[in-house]
């Protein structure tokens, strides 16, 4: 799968998430990365922010969380390009519900793991 098709991916995850939802995500910012950093190889997304349900009255910074999709892992675990177009939209739900306080456990129990 080329760059462009999996970006064209991430975007169509993106937009099948409901306006209403998508309107409630605050300064976050979704990048897409070859490779995850640190020790597990096989990472197909990451949140790196602070979650909605965290922040308190005090607000949060200027910066952006960051939601990152890997590629690298994403197309080497998928057959094809529908299951990669399939992971990651779960892969995008998933760390957006990180986004509003969700942990892994209930989203495991949710089929969202």
């Not at 799968?1 to 998508?22: C, G, K, Q, R, Y």
């Not at 177009?85 to 892969?91: K, L, Q, S």
């Amino acid at each position: 799968m080329s760059d462009e098709d999996f970006e064209t991916a991430v975007d169509d995850a993106i937009d099948a998430i409901p306006e209403d939802l998508l309107q409630m995500v605050d300064n976050v910012v979704i990048l897409i990365e070859d490779e995850p950093e640190g020790d597990d190889p096989d990472l197909l997304g990451l949140y790196d922010g602070i979650a909605l349900t965290e922040r308190g009255d005090s607000g949060y910074g200027e910066l952006p969380d960051r939601i990152f999709i890997y590629r690298g892992p994403t197309l080497r675990m998928c057959e094809d390009a529908q299951h990669v177009r399939e992971e990651v939209a779960i892969t995008v739900v998933h760390e957006i519900a990180h986004h509003f306080g969700i942990d892994d456990e209930r989203l495991h129990a949710l089929g969202w793991g």
